[in-house]
């Protein structure tokens, strides 16, 4: 192995592949340069700009021929996962975004590097299988052969985060390779953390209308865990009509809504109306009355309608790939869940670790800190990503959480390394 590393950083974001692989090479005894950056976000940039001031951050990769990018030993690249991801559509290589493999797949064979290290989401794995019973979907597979044709011994791992000390549950797919051979991603020493180890103390707490809502209802204490969402039940979730969000509440509504949001998820009301089951049906008010049966239940699913907590609608019918209403059905009542996020996704447990933190989600994310609730700071959540404390993030908190929640774990991405760097 060199004592001088030379690598390229692909689709760098922040550069959270870098540092971990930067970690790694260091405590290994080897020294490392970057040689060529490339990103085209530009807070994205600014990051990379605030950490490696000496480096010049080249912009989109398409229009960089191999020969333009200097000689190195490794490529480092967390491509663009939004087309395998299981919150955008899907396409795969119908996706433009998802073509950007071919980038990574250019630029090794024209460079002929020692290895590289590659990192996306979990649904890459899955995506585009052509039988269920099927265990990887063939863009993996296509990933996979033309890296081989190419020349390089290849292995692949899902590994989640929260067993390398990070206190957040990430799972991603790591793809690495070397033209010697395959390295081993296989028992990796466990490392655990939780919340209460990345939380900063005596923070401001918020003091929006929302909040004082919620805490008029809960003391701070009860909403340790809980999320605040319309569309699901159990003990660890908050409703609208719970902190009388759209207005007040009587106990008996409080009584008919809870029963209707379990009640709706049944399959036997498809059978009655006749169409394809689906989450969450509109019910009859005779259909309500099965369950709740008061004399007022026209009343109180009235007021409740007028207050915006129910709404009408008739059920869906699937037609091709689509939902459409079909109005020859009786019109129903149903919860209001639709896609509305309140601001208070979700109240974090200190004692337990994050969700996978996404940049659609983390400002609704919030953290008990004395007797209020907050957002988690841009330092928690670089550390919930196993980032350095020395690490340079000096941006908006909106622009910032939309860098973090598309950024890696540092600690998974240096013990890859260390594997990759192994291969002599």
């Known amino acids: 192995m060199k004592k001088s590393i030379r690598f390229i950083d692909l689709f760098a974001g922040i550069g959270g592949i870098r540092k971990g692989f930067e970690l790694a090479v260091s405590e290994l005894g080897y020294s490392c340069i970057c040689v060529f950056t490339s990103e085209i976000k530009s807070q994205a940039v600014e990051i990379l700009r605030q950490n490696n001031p000496q480096d010049e951050v080249f912009g989109d990769i398409t229009a960089i ?3 333009h990018i200097p000689d190195f030993d490794f490529l480092l690249a967390g491509f663009p996962c939004q087309s395998f991801s299981y919150a955008g559509k899907r396409l795969g290589f119908e996706d433009t975004r998802g073509t950007l493999f071919f980038e990574v797949e250019r630029i090794l064979k024209d460079k002929k590097p020692f290895g590289f290290i590659l990192e996306n989401v979990e649904g ?10 099927d265990k990887v979907g063939r863009t993996l597979q296509t990933i996979l052969n033309k890296l081989e044709t190419i020349g390089y011994k290849t292995s692949w791992k899902i590994l989640n985060a929260s067993k390398f000390g990070i206190a957040q549950d990430r799972k991603r797919i790591y793809i690495v390779g070397t033209l010697k051979e395959a390295p081993n991603l296989e028992d ?10 990345v939380l900063e103390k005596n923070l401001p707490t918020s003091t929006s209308e929302f909040v004082k809502l919620v805490l008029s209802h809960y003391s701070v204490s009860e909403l340790s865990g809980k999320s605040i969402k319309d569309k699901r039940g159990g003990k660890d979730n908050i409703h609208s009509w719970d902190i ?12 008919l809504l809870n029963l209707l949001l379990k009640e709706r998820r049944k399959k036997k009301w498809a059978s009655e109306y006749g169409i394809d089951w689906m989450d969450g049906m509109p019910l009859t008010r005779e259909q309500i009355r099965t369950f709740f049966d008061v004399k007022n239940l026209e009343t109180l699913l009235e007021d409740l309608t007028n207050k915006k907590y129910l709404r009408k609608e008739y059920p869906k019918r699937k037609v091709g790939n689509k939902r459409i209403a079909d109005e020859t059905l009786p019109i129903g009542y149903n919860i209001v869940a639709g896609k509305m996020s309140y601001e208070v996704g979700k109240i974090l ?9 996404t940049a659609m989600d983390m400002q609704h994310l919030f953290v008990i800190d004395g007797d209020g609730i907050r957002q988690l700071s841009l330092r928690e959540g670089l550390r919930l990503f196993g980032y350095p404390e020395d690490f340079k993030f000096n941006i908006d908190k909106k622009y910032g959480y939309d860098l973090l929640g598309n950024t890696v774990a540092v600690p998974v991405i240096n013990a890859v390394a260390k594997r990759v760097l192994l291969v002599q």
């Open 349 to 357: 447990d200190e004692n337990s670790i994050a969700p996978t933190l």
């Open 124 to 133: 890459l794995v899955t995506h585009d299988k052509e039988k269920a019973s």
């Open 188 to 197: 990796f020493q466990e490392k655990k953390s939780i919340l209460k180890d």
């Open 65 to 67: 021929k191999s020969e």
């Open 244 to 255: 009388e969000y759209k207005g007040k509440v009587s106990a008996e509504e409080k009584q």
